[in-house]
């Protein structure tokens, strides 16, 4: 079983930047996948990013390319989420997820490729 905490979330104003953190417990981190989804108001949950468990390959969605970056630190068992250059449309309720898989260099982007999930932290992004 793995427990996901995530934190750092918050308001911020539009062209701010802000940094998420997800802190996993239990099982071996460094052989999960992790990911980053949000949900807004209304809407489905959708990918954000993801990195692999070796932290060597990486992936984003359309919207946040350029500026999200996806990391991990394995020693922390934390995975983080910088985020700049926010826009309103940001605004969503985020979730780090985990992938038990143990692929090394695959980068899952699927919900349904992730079994275990955190609680979420709210972003607010104000124009």
């Known amino acids: 079983q793995v427990q996901l905490v995530e934190s750092g979330g918050g308001l911020v104003q539009a062209g701010g930047s802000l940094r998420l953190s997800c802190a996993a417990s239990?099982?071996?981190?460094?052989?999960?996948?992790m990911g980053w989804f949000r949900q807004a108001p209304g809407k489905e949950r959708e990918f954000v990013a993801a990195?692999?468990?070796?932290?060597?390959?990486?992936y984003y969605a359309d919207s946040v390319k350029g500026r999200f970056t996806i990391s991990r630190d394995n020693a922390k068992n934390t995975v983080y989420l910088q985020m700049n250059s926010l826009k309103p449309e940001d605004t969503a309720v985020y979730y780090c997820?985990?992938?038990?898989?143990?692929?090394?260099?695959?980068?899952?982007?699927?919900?349904?490729?992730?079994?275990?999930w955190g609680q979420g932290t709210q972003l607010t992004v104000s124009s």
């Open positions: 997820a985990a992938d038990p898989r143990g692929y090394s260099h695959y980068v899952p982007s699927q919900i349904s490729e992730y079994n275990y």
């Open positions: 239990g099982r071996i981190f460094t052989s999960y996948a």
């Open positions: 990195i692999s468990w070796s932290g060597s390959n990486t």
